[in-house]
């Protein structure tokens, strides 16, 4: 089949990468892609959000699916357009629908989806600018440290986490008051602060049965020790050490599969990936976040640790029977390190030229931020290659992620020497 991949990132490479070994792909595009999806699939020069010409290029190449990899499209509804157009209605569309992708679209929805599905989670309220005071009185009763959120979409930068209770409250002012994130914060939540250890649980579900798919663990600061300005994610490990079996069945007794009770109570369609962010504080899960689609780096280890085909499972969760199909997860450790541009996240430059890919032999190069120009790989984002290695532990996985970013080249690259370095 015909199938368009929705995207432009590290996330989007894996998929086409994983999707590609699938005999039932014969022909994928991907918009607009990078300079890595292009040395494997087609590009095409068209923006995800507009719903419109992605049906006229949809109609015009006999696609027969659509796999969105970004949350914009997912929040702007890209799943209800098809299911409500005669011409595309029998497209399956992988993706959650508009309501659906409410989890991700709006911290307040997916707030109250938890606690009214019991989905253990932090103690929070919602502020508008119109009780802004309120808020601040709120934060006295809270211990430090003070989450805030942004409700809307702020491009992963819409979380602060401040130790000082008056800067917490003048952030507040900030975000509601001054619109610091747009109108992504014209509600905020204030969230009362879980102290653990990180991790992601990743979800394919058709909205009635479901597969877990390997955890992940990232790594969002931009400097070593986890210090820093927050990133997109500047590199990840999987499967996380610390999630063992035991642990695991907490995550799906008590969180995935009231999730997905929740989307058939709550009449809500949901065909696609759960990212589910995960805190472990002493040996129990509580939700962070969720997210309606798969995270990046998470994509770039988890997909090469799924054995099974990419595309026969998209097929079944369309068909809503993905009870009915195999799934296989390698036992190898996968790990990827995320090389960016000087100055990231803050400004950097583009158009730098990137050589030695060709030396690369030990590790799957994902293209991030990268576009051809002259016929040379240029960068042409803050994040852009992910070095993603095998191995039977996470730490000689990393060993060759480090070895295979020392044969690339660019001006300004940087990356981070210290992924995993609270899993040893």
Known sequence: MNILLLGSGGREHAFAWKMLQ??????????????????????????????????????????????????????????????NDDLLTQIPVIGPSKLGAQLEGSKEFAKEFLVKHNIPTARYQS?????????????????????????????????L?????????????????????????????????????????????????????????????????????????MGAVS???????????????????????????????????????????????FVIEYNVRMGDPETEVVLPRLKSDLVELFQAVGAQKLDEVSFEI???????????????????????????LEYVTDSIVFHAGTALKDNEIVSNGGRVLAFTSYADNFEDALKKSYSSIEKVKFDGMYFRKDIGFDLK
């Open 330 to 356: 390698d036992e190898r450790a996968a790990t990827t390190v995320m090389v960016v541009s000087g100055g990231y996240p803050e400004d950097y430059e583009k158009n730098k030229v990137i050589t030695g």
């Open 127 to 159: 502020f508008t600018k119109d009780t802004v005071e309120a808020g601040c009185e709120f934060l006295t009763t809270l211990n430090a440290p003070y989450v805030l959120k942004a409700d809307g979409l702020a491009a992963g930068k819409g979380v």
């Open 161 to 233: 986490i401040l130790n000082d209770l008056a800067e917490a409250q003048q952030e507040l002012k900030n975000m509601l008051v001054d619109a610091k994130f747009g109108d992504a914060s014209s509600k905020v939540v204030i969230e009362e602060f879980l102290d653990g250890i990180e991790l992601s649980c990743f979800v394919l579900t058709d909205g009635k049965s479901y597969k877990l798919l390997p955890t992940a663990k990232d790594y969002k600061r931009i400097g070593e020790g986890d210090q820093g300005l927050n990133t997109g994610g």
């Open 22 to 83: 699938s005999n039932k792909c014969s022909k994928l595009f991907v918009a607009p892609g990078n300079a890595g999806t292009a040395s494997i699939a087609t590009n095409v020069a068209m923006n995800p959000n507009d719903f419109f010409a992605v049906k006229e290029f949809v109609l015009n190449s006999n696609i027969e699916m659509v796999v969105v990899g970004p949350e914009d499209p997912l929040v702007n509804g890209i799943y209800d357009f098809f299911k």
């Open 239 to 285: 499967p996380v050490p610390f999630a063992d079996a035991e642990f695991m069945k907490k995550i799906e007794e008590r969180i995935v599969i009231p999730t997905v009770n929740g989307f058939q109570s709550d009449n809500i369609e949901y065909k696609g990936f759960v990212f589910i962010g995960l805190i472990k504080v002493g040996d129990d899960p």
